[in-house]
């Protein structure tokens, strides 16, 4: 352990002070994501904090102990065992915003003469373009004027070429010296108090230690962020698989870098770590989900494998990823082709698919990184979407990539299948990512696909509802092959936040396009989740013009709901299920067809009219009091029962048959129902 020194005396030691390939780019000057705004080039919470910190502590001439720089000291040159090269393994980021700040200073007061040589021993190796900029600032010589505004003032210049500008670690440079300048320029300090700013280092080598100290130690001694585990095993793993890390896109390039980038985030690079960690959990969860299947018998929740290797923030060993990685032959390509993807720039526009399309788009937040990085926690429609991009890169050809329209196509179908009220089960979300791995090979062509395929010929499994909620795909699909001006509004009305894509109610339309349209117009108006709407209005409207029941409840003990919600829950899908029974479904065409007729009238005022002119009709007696009395507005997520008790169908006020005991009921077969309780 050497005793605290300043950077000058840091790297009088050694010939020079590299830092090397496997460390990520220089990020305590990346601009802060939500600042990224022309002329607001603000840096990084963390960035800024730190530059704040050390001129308060020079501007009050306190000096400051920095934390402990690790590395490891290597002899290059046989010949001249006097030349050391210092690689820092931990302490990057600090030292390179203090060799800034030292540039910066010696620039201001015309001193660059007297540290120039020691400032040219600080070199990067993780690219030519940062080693050359280092270089080329060292021999430069500013005056106070062009001092101002770093940022602008180099990226003027004839030598500051496109490969500086795609350089993140020189655009990260720049900002900092930017965020120096306007510190400086607000109060300026002495370039002698340089000196008071100090740090220790420490020789892993010195000890007899190996790169492993870095694993199990940061800069504060204690246990390394897990992400830094993850990579050195994956690092580790590519070894022992035989990789050629001399390729300029090695892995373990892209480990530090491009992958990286994406784990930055939008909180202010706060918990960097966690969300890198969450790209390579939440890629290799659906994997193991389709690796490896339940057993007959076993329970029907996640398995505790899933939760302790591929969720949370603690990470657990490589040993769970090298086993997935090793079940298939080119699992290890496609993950880095996957990564790849993401990390470009239209993996952040693919990325926007993965929230489901019929969301309040006015109430979320505006995050542009992929793969839902920022969500803490993911839902199993979370997982299955993502397991959809995973699938349609992994069968996308790279022209294919570069097609959005084709990937929409895709996503609008999983999410209307997958939004599958039923689908609550960890049976249930494998049998669906069965089902997309099935249409996954088809995912480019996925409309022509099912357009011209038999779909008891896919091999769907005959547990759940995932075969009839992929008819009705292909029902609209061909529909819209045979009215293809009604494209756009049938897409629309999919959108319809209580609906969630099953429209087949609107499947039955004949007539014109512009015909069509307006009942779509009429759909997105008036059907809503909000059930004093539906109970007002909707439904008493609707059970008027029904000709035969409601419900089939010909014998006792039989029964049904109007409910739009699952008791207590925000699943919609009962009016969804309603909505598209055929005998319901032709009477709100029918119903629409009369606000058509006049259009000056409200859809309550038909409702309403539909309701005053309603007779008694002695065949289904209990349409009557749901229709002419208020009865429903109490009754949101109550039962329509054929009570065993003699008195014909009621209407409870629960979905629990023991709760009517104390909250009631009503008998319908009475025109003028009263509550009653038993």
């Known amino acids: 352990m050497i005793d605290n020194h300043s950077l000058r005396e840091f790297l009088s030691r050694y010939t020079a002070v590299e830092i090397p390939i496997l460390q990520r780019d220089y990020a305590q000057g990346r601009l802060a994501p939500q600042k990224k705004e022309i002329n607001k080039k603000e840096i990084n919470k963390k960035g800024e904090n730190f530059i704040k910190v050390l001129f308060t502590a020079l501007r009050e001439e306190k000096g400051l102990r920095l934390d402990i720089i690790y590395g490891s000291i290597e002899t290059r040159d046989s010949d001249h065992p006097e030349e050391k090269t210092f690689i820092p393994l931990d302490g ?22 007297e540290i120039a040589s020691f400032l040219q021993r600080f070199t990067y190796a993780t690219r030519s373009t940062a080693r050359d900029f280092c270089q080329r600032l ?76 870095y694993i199990k130690m940061n ?101 769970a990823y090298e086993a997935i990685l090793s079940t298939g032959e080119g699992r290890l390509e496609c993950m880095v082709r996957f990564f790849d993807f993401l990390a470009g720039g239209r993996g952040i526009i693919y990325s926007n698919y993965l929230r489901n399309p019929w969301r309040d788009k006015n109430k979320e937040q505006n995050s542009a990184y992929p793969y839902l990085l920022d969500v803490v926690k993911l839902s199993m429609l979370d997982r299955i979407a993502l397991y959809a991009l995973m699938l349609y890169v992994d069968n996308a050809s790279d022209e294919d990539l570069q097609s959005l329209e084709h990937y929409q196509a895709w996503m609008r179908i999983v999410w209307n299948l997958i939004a599958d009220p039923k689908l609550r089960s960890y049976q ?121 029941p409601l419900f089939d409840l010909s014998y006792e003990g039989k029964f049904d709901y109007l409910s739009h919600k699952e008791h207590g829950s925000g699943i919609h899908w009962r009016l969804q299920n309603l909505l598209n029974r055929p005998h319901i479904t032709k009477a709100l065409l029918s119903l629409f067809e009369r606000c058509l ?52 169908i009621c209407l409870q006020k629960s979905w629990r048959v023991t709760e009517n005991e104390w909250c009631g009921y009503w008998c319908l077969t009475e025109r003028e129902p009263k509550m009653r309780t038993k």
């Open 219 to 319: 800069r504060r001694g204690k246990q390394l962020e897990s992400i830094e585990n993850l990579k050195a095993d994956f690092v580790g793993y590519l070894k022992e698989v035989g990789h050629d890390f001399s390729k300029p896109d090695s892995y373990d390039r892209k480990l530090d870098h491009e992958w990286a980038d994406m784990a930055w985030g939008c909180r202010e690079n706060e918990d960097f770590d966690i969300r890198y960690l969450r790209l390579f959990n939440r890629y290799f969860y659906n994997l193991w989900i389709m690796d490896n299947p339940l057993q007959e018998g076993e329970e029907s929740s996640t398995p505790e494998y899933l939760n302790s290797h591929f969720t949370g923030t603690d990470y657990g060993g490589f040993e």
């Open 92 to 113: 990057q980021q600090r030292l390179t915003t203090l060799w800034l700040l030292h540039w910066y200073l010696s620039q201001w007061e015309e001193r660059s003469e």
């Open 138 to 213: 060292c021999s430069l010589r500013l005056t106070r004027d062009e001092l101002a505004n770093p940022l602008e003032y180099f990226s003027d210049k004839m030598w500051f070429t496109s490969k500086y500008s795609y350089d993140p670690t020189i655009q990260a440079m720049l900002n900092m010296l930017n965020a120096i300048a306007k510190e400086q320029h607000k109060q300026p300090v002495s370039f002698d108090l340089l000196e008071s700013l100090q740090f220790r280092s420490f020789d892993i080598g010195a000890y007899e230690l190996t790169d492993e100290l």
């Open 597 to 648: 007729q006049d259009e000056d009238r409200e859809f309550a005022e038909v409702c309403e009219e539909l309701r005053q002119s309603y007779e008694y009709d002695e065949k289904i007696p209990w349409h009557y009091p749901l229709v002419n009395s208020d009865i429903l507005l109490d009754a949101e997520y109550g039962r329509i029962y054929n009570r065993y008790w003699g008195e014909g």
């Open 428 to 548: 249930a979300q494998r049998r669906y990512m069965l089902l997309l791995a099935q249409l996954a090979p088809h995912s480019t062509t996925i409309e022509s696909f099912l357009i011209s395929t038999d779909i008891e010929k896919i091999g769907i499994s005959s547990t759940g509802d995932e075969k009839a909620r992929l008819k009705l795909e292909q029902d609209k699909l061909r529909y819209i092959e045979r009215y293809p001006n009604r494209r756009e509004a049938l897409l629309r009305a999919e959108c319809i936040p209580c609906l969630q894509g099953q429209v087949g109610f609107l499947l039955g339309i004949e007539g014109d396009d512009d015909h069509f349209s307006k009942i779509v117009e009429l759909t997105e108006k008036n059907i809503r989740a909000d059930w004093d709407w539906g109970a007002k209005h909707l439904w008493r409207a609707l059970i008027s013009l029904l000709e035969e």
